[in-house]
């Protein structure tokens, strides 16, 4: 048996780690969140103030409910540490893969009311998604839970216009005017956005569960702000795919709308972070979506030809489902070509 050999060389004792206190602090006042907002009856102004100043600890558990009132995940908070104190590389991929703060059931209810709307439904569903926002808005609120209820209210919104416009006395509404109807929606999370110094997982899950409903012009200016101010985070797994979803996601918004510019310096940043982080996974991905700019720009058979291309990719690596995932969306994007007015197919 081949015996693995390592070498250890004891490390001398650094003077400049950052302290738990000094870190989380940080982290609070990146958020501009007070010790007022984030104390509660299960931890005092005072347990908090003296935590930052490194005059008292706390337990574990106390410390991981109060990351969770700044919408920080206890992994996030080890990554960073770890991150400020040198342990990690800058675009090394680090063994921090799991998330805490992953609301799998939020997420998968969002996936549920994003199919709901690919069909007319009755009254009673609508109804229910208010029962959900109320919920989510029953007092004491934090800014998760009113950022949760603005993802239901989204879906709820766009389930009632498709309910009017099946009606026999509605009149013809165009995408872009469905789409104005949603916009102010997502008001109060835009300016929280722009006011945070560092993204993390809270802020780019919420931007890519809003972003079809934040104007376009809006974000084209938050897109460098959102990879600027994540990209300490690059390594850190759960949060790299999310900002990978966000920019497909924000290239999909401006090729559907015709912003032909805007879509292309997508592709290119996509491009220059997939370099940087040294990644592949996402590579065919991209390639795709050139093909899909190519086509809308106006040269239809080389578009379709860079996207067969990547549908063939998948077949070779075996992923017939992400195969006719990419093959639904060329057939939907060569039918609206000409009538972007009239549908499109949102990533």
């Known amino acids: 048996m081949a015996m693995v050999q390592f070498y250890y060389r004891k490390k001398e004792r650094r003077t400049d780690m950052i302290a738990n206190g000094t870190l989380f602090k940080n982290l609070r006042r990146d ?56 342990e990690i590389g800058q675009t090394a991929m680090s063994a921090y893969r799991f998330n805490s703060q992953i609301d799998a059931a939020f997420i998968n209810r ?27 808005l029953r007092p004491p609120v934090t800014r998760k839970k009113r950022f949760m209820a603005l993802g239901i209210q989204f879906y709820q919104m766009i389930i009632q216009v498709n309910r009017s416009e099946s009606s026999k006395d509605a009149a013809a509404r165009s995408l ?21 110094e560092n993204w993390g997982y809270f802020e780019l899950l919420f931007f890519l569960l809003l972003h079809t409903a934040i104007p376009n012009a ?8 959102a990879v600027k101010r994540s990209a300490q985070y690059q390594s850190f797994s759960p949060i790299q795919g ?25 592709l290119t940043l996509i491009d220059q972070v997939l370099k940087a982080e ?16 190519t086509l809308v720009a106006g040269d239809e058979d080389e578009g379709v030809k860079t996207c067969r291309q990547a549908i063939s990719i ?27 007015d009239q549908g499109a197919y949102f990533l």
């Open 31 to 86: 958020r501009h969140l007070t010790l007022t907002e984030i104390a509660s009856d299960q931890i005092s102004i005072a347990a908090i103030s003296k935590f930052e100043r490194g005059l008292a600890d706390m337990t574990f558990q106390r410390f991981e409910y109060l990351l969770g009132r700044i919408n920080v995940s206890l992994e996030e908070f080890l990554f960073l540490r770890a991150w400020h104190n040198g």
């Open 110 to 136: 969002m996936k549920q009311l994003a199919n709901l709307t690919k069909q007319v439904q009755p009254q009673a569903v609508i109804d229910q998604l208010q029962t959900e926002i109320d919920q989510y």
């Open 176 to 196: 872009s005017q469905t789409l104005a109807q949603v916009e102010k929606i997502a008001q109060p999370f835009v300016s929280y956005v722009y006011s945070i």
């Open 218 to 225: 809006t974000k084209h200016q938050l897109l460098p702000i």
């Open 242 to 266: 999310l900002r990978y979803d966000l920019l497909f996601g924000l290239f999909s918004d401006f090729i559907n709308a015709r912003q032909l510019a805007w879509a292309k310096e997508t």
């Open 278 to 293: 040294h990644d592949l996974t996402h590579a065919n991905r991209l390639l795709f979506c050139r093909g899909w700019y």
């Open 314 to 340: 998948e077949h070779i690596l075996n992923q017939p489902r992400a195969a006719q995932h990419y093959t639904e969306i060329l057939a939907n994007v060569r039918h609206f070509r000409d009538v972007p």
